[in-house]
């Protein structure tokens, strides 16, 4: 099992493109999360998914979309980045039941110039 | 005031000591709590629950104090693999609304 993987690994962007990150999971968990991660501001939720086909906002969804269409892959798009949006990008997957044991993928680190 | 506060640290300690540190949490609702471990660039890892009785798992030991509304971890005979930020977790169960919040995390640095 691969667990949870996250492509990229690194990116850097200039102001105003767009880019899509990949998240995918085989544990056939129900629940997939995108956070972000910032120097001061520990992890901040983007968006999450509760199953397939849903999504939900978070604490900080602006300028950010996601796509669920399968269960096993969550995206998350950047439709025009800017220098606030330069971060360490988690993503997570866990049961319904248990979804206080997330785990992560080993996340994407994005620069945008 | 933060739903879950946290020292940032860092705690730097010798090899062998023992540490502890705090979390509080403002939302007597809260209902599940949770430390994580994360090393340095990577990704947070569930390190234990934390229940009312204490729970212990090796050297290291979580309490939960609802009264005063905050949760500990100790970790005894520290080694320098124990090198991390250790974050606190909060969960709270509603009606489609289950929700888990991550303190800041507090740094420990063990020093040889």
């Known amino acids: 099992n691969a667990g949870v993987t996250q492509t990229p690994k690194f990116r850097v962007l200039k102001t105003g493109q767009s880019m899509t990150l990949l998240c995918a999971q085989d544990?056939?968990?129900?629940?997939m999360y995108w956070y972000r991660q910032d120097p001061g501001m520990g992890l901040r939720l983007i968006h999450y998914?509760?199953?397939?086909?849903?999504?939900a906002k978070g604490e900080v969804p602006d300028g950010y979309n996601v796509s669920r269409l399968k269960k096993q892959n969550f995206l998350l798009g950047l439709e025009s980045a800017a220098p606030s949006q330069t971060s360490v990008y988690f993503c997570?997957?866990?049961?319904?039941?248990?979804?206080?044991?997330?785990?992560f993928g080993p996340g994407t680190r994005l620069t945008v110039t | 005031r933060k739903e879950v506060e946290q020292d940032p640290g860092p705690f730097n300690v010798p090899e062998g000591a023992t540490v502890a540190f705090n979390c509080t949490y403002s939302?007597?609702?809260?209902?599940?709590f949770f430390w994580y471990r994360q090393d340095c660039r990577k990704e947070p890892k569930l390190l234990m629950s934390?229940?009312?009785s204490g729970n212990e798992d090796g050297r290291f030991t979580a309490q939960l104090n609802r009264a005063s509304q905050y949760i500990s971890l100790l970790i005894r005979d520290s080694k320098l693999s124990d090198s991390a930020t250790y974050l606190c977790?909060?969960?709270?169960?509603?009606?489609?609304?289950?929700?888990?919040?991550f303190g800041k995390g507090t740094r420990l640095h063990i020093l040889p």
């Open positions: 997570a997957s866990s049961t319904r039941q248990g979804f206080y044991e997330q785990y």
């Open positions: 544990m056939n968990h129900e629940y």
């Open positions: 998914s509760v199953g397939e086909g849903t999504t």
């Open positions: 939302n007597s609702a809260s209902q599940s």
């Open positions: 934390v229940y009312s």
């Open positions: 977790v909060v969960t709270r169960y509603l009606w489609r609304d289950d929700k888990i919040i």
